[in-house]
């Protein structure tokens, strides 16, 4: 029965970590979905851009493992931008467009990675240790990537509620002209949240690949889960962790006792394909 | 509505499909796969045309339509030993019944939402559904699919597609010229105000969204007799799913003889650059589809109907 209780402890707390990961990468969706009104399909293959940016830096260039981080996050964020005003700018009203776009993007960066990468898995291993808790032990890498993953939730709340930006980019949301007349330059307020979206991708990609393996495909799985988050958080950031969370903590619980460990993904999928056509009919 | 046979699109069609039955006779055997899988491809066109070019409610997930015809007939082909031209007919039978009921029983959920739901939704449903055949039993050993060699040879294989890809193109123009056609296009143009006309809506793109699933479980069908094996990878792979789409976007939405064309230059630049720069031929494909879609949204039965304008 002891054994019981730790398990049933260990993916709970498991869970949480990965929920908050989660959280982190709908987020990130969310902000484009809520502020561009776009589906950003390449949300998930920049996480993975990101996360093979650091790969790159610290194995191929040798750049120590802080400041690699830093520079991933800035190329990321370059790239967001360069995204946004050569591609997004032009069709950021029509939605047909928009998915079109962003789904080339998926296969370019997926494949692009794929050839110079090959499809090996990668990891980086930061080699920080680990921490016991009694029932099991956990990497210190773990703890760090939840860390980043609520800190950055909080931060991205609190920019959108406090700062000047965050308050022009929920008056963009809201009404675009209402605010284009109110002297809000609304162009550039998507540019960055294009490239706020891509940091936060980036840094999810980062918790990412310290705490678990990546192959260059697998951004079209992380833009479904991150889809998820989004549809049901409804554009509330902090309500978008609990969202995550409780993903998180579904799948591993469910992978842990009910439900061969194959199918984990496929969680997702089943909650998004019933909240899709259960909460959002009859909604464009 | 009275229509002609002298439509430029069903005449380009008929040519090269005429054009395509007497690829055989010059017997290079390396130009009758390719015309084997430019056909395939046009097919795949077809089908995504059908639904999305004409309704432009995008599509994400044809390739589930794929890989449920190519697992009917693995299950012909393994359970139901029967010669060579009664197994084929049969799988393209059973392709046919179990996607065309997929895609009328998936109405219900998905027809109900639009754009990104849409989208989304049918990405899912194709990767839950790889995730499921690539984990059950329905196949013996797992992520290889083997197929029983069937006995054919390339030329049967060749006609037998020609004809299909001659039905559908067929069927295709048929619909666009057919009430339901004119429908859908007004769908796709202004779905609300198609509505108020009196058009019934739901039905109408339910009704082109079982023809186009059964399109593609038709390739999905012919697929394991040509390459004789598979892998779960191969039929519900992503690569599916974007096939269609960039056909049916190359050659221009909603275009009979668009398909022709997209597939045409997908299958000369997938030949010329899958060998010279592997999995960046996707990158340049991937882009294609965003220059294609940002300069000339009509395709390359766009630009050719332009010309042949200008010319006039």
């Known amino acids: 029965m002891a054994l019981e209780i730790s398990q049933i402890i260990t993916s709970l707390f498991f869970g949480f970590i990965e929920g908050s990961l989660y959280g982190l990468l709908g987020v990130g969706l969310s902000l484009a979905l809520g502020v561009m009104k776009i589906v950003n399909l390449a949300h998930g293959p920049l996480a993975v851009l990101g996360a093979y940016m650091l790969f790159f830096l610290i194995y191929s260039l040798g750049i120590s493992v802080p400041l690699s981080f830093l520079l991933s996050l800035a190329i990321l964020a370059t790239i967001g931008l360069i995204i946004y005003w050569g591609l997004i700018n032009r069709i950021v009203t029509n939605e047909p467009s928009t998915l079109i776009v962003t789904y080339g993007l998926e296969i370019i960066i997926g494949n692009m990675l794929l050839s110079i990468f090959t499809g090996a898995t990668r990891t980086v291993d930061l080699k920080l240790g680990s921490l016991n808790l009694g029932y099991f032990s956990v990497g210190l890498n773990r703890i760090l990537a939840l860390l980043i993953a609520l800190a950055s939730i909080l931060a991205i709340d609190f920019m959108s509620k406090k700062t000047f930006f965050g308050i022009a980019m929920r008056a963009t949301a809201d009404d675009k002209d209402a605010a284009e007349l109110m002297g809000i330059d609304t162009t550039k307020v998507y540019a960055l949240s294009y490239s706020i979206c891509a940091l936060l991708a980036c840094l999810f990609g980062l918790c990412y690949i310290t705490t678990h393996s990546i192959t260059p495909l697998i951004g079209g799985l992380f833009t479904l889960k991150a889809f998820v988050v989004a549809v049901l958080c409804g554009g509330n950031l902090i309500l978008a962790l609990a969202i995550g969370l409780l993903l998180g903590l579904s799948e591993i619980l469910l992978t842990s006792f009910l439900i061969p460990s194959p199918y984990q993904n496929s969680v997702a999928f089943v909650i998004l394909l019933v909240a899709l056509t259960t909460l959002r009919r009859k909604r464009r | ?312």
């Open chain 2, 1 to 312: 509505m009275r229509t002609t046979f002298l439509d430029p699109e069903l005449v380009t069609s008929i040519t090269i499909i005429i054009i395509s039955a007497l690829i055989p006779a010059i017997q290079n055997t390396w130009l009758t796969s390719a015309f084997l899988f430019f056909m395939l491809l046009t097919i795949m066109g077809h089908s995504w045309n059908l639904f999305s070019g004409l309704t432009r409610i995008i599509s994400f997930g044809h390739g589930a339509f794929f890989g449920l015809g190519a697992y009917a007939t693995f299950i012909v082909v393994r359970d139901l030993s029967q010669p060579f031209p009664f197994s084929f007919i049969l799988s393209l039978i059973m392709a046919s019944a179990i996607c065309g009921s997929a895609a009328f029983l998936l109405s219900y959920p998905f027809l109900a939402l639009r754009g990104l739901s849409f989208a989304i939704c049918t990405l899912a449903f194709t990767e839950f559904l790889a995730i499921v055949f690539a984990n059950t039993q329905i196949i013996e050993r797992g992520h290889e699919v083997a197929f029983i060699q069937p006995q054919t040879d390339i030329i049967a294989n060749y006609y037998l597609t020609l004809l299909i890809l001659f039905l559908v193109t067929m069927v295709f123009w048929r619909v666009k010229h057919s009430k339901l056609g004119l429908a859908l296009i007004a769908i796709g143009e202004n779905e609300a105000a198609a509505e108020s006309l009196g058009v019934d809506v739901f039905s109408s793109i339910r009704s082109s969204y079982v023809i186009s699933a059964i399109c593609m479980g038709l390739v999905g069908a012919l697929y394991p007799y040509i390459l004789l094996s598979a892998t779960v990878e191969t039929l519900f792979g992503i690569e599916r799913s974007l096939i269609p789409l960039v056909v049916g976007l190359l050659g221009g939405p909603g275009s009979i003889a668009g398909s022709f064309m997209g597939a045409l230059v997908f299958q000369i630049l997938a030949e010329a650059l899958r060998t010279t720069l592997g999995y960046l031929h996707l990158v340049v494909l991937g882009s294609l589809v965003i220059l294609i879609h940002l300069l000339e949204p009509s395709g390359i039965f766009g630009i050719v109907s332009k010309l042949v304008k200008k010319t006039k």
